[in-house]
């Protein structure tokens, strides 16, 4: 199974990746990883990205995703994902569960005044919030104000696994 962790930046993908891949002991890999130098810098500078930015990074992560599939590894990959045409291009097999980590704008907001160290200028959160659409289909809808253990647990929880 790969399971995709997805929702805008501060809301816990990578913390609650991490847990849980732990948890699991599936590989972890944060899609930020994956960004061209010059979305890094974008984002570092409070510049949004465009469609046309994110297609090459969302390449990556599909090819990364199809490997993964044809390999039979269990993953878990925190990705804002923050449209549903992302998601449904991500989606290469029937393998791949979403789970969208929802928080209010607030207190994302928070967490992310308390980040050191990521590229992600903060001034970007209100765009974030405005690109976000509300997942359809099968996903599974965590609220992020808990603490991640209870997080974790709830997408355990939720996708019995």
């Known amino acids: 199974m790969i399971l995709v962790l997805f929702g805008v930046s501060g809301s816990g993908k990578t913390t609650i990746g991490r847990l849980l891949a732990k948890e699991l002991g599936w590989k972890f890999y944060d899609a930020d990883e994956f960004h061209p130098s010059s979305n890094v810098e974008k984002m570092g500078l409070g510049i949004p990205l465009t469609d046309s930015d994110r297609w090459p990074w969302l390449e990556k992560l599909r090819e990364l995703l199809r490997q993964s599939i044809a390999r039979k590894e269990n993953l878990v990959l925190a990705c804002s994902a923050l449209k549903q045409k992302y998601r449904d291009y991500l989606q290469v097999s029937e393998e791949i569960r979403w789970s969208y980590l929802k928080g209010e704008h607030q207190l994302i907001a928070h967490r992310l005044e308390q980040r050191r160290g990521h590229f992600m200028n903060p001034n970007l959160l209100r765009d974030q919030f405005e690109t ?8 599974v809808i965590v609220d992020v104000e808990a603490d991640p253990t209870t997080v974790v647990q709830r997408i355990r929880d939720k996708l019995q696994i």
């Open 132 to 139: 976000l659409g509300e997942p359809k289909g099968n996903v």
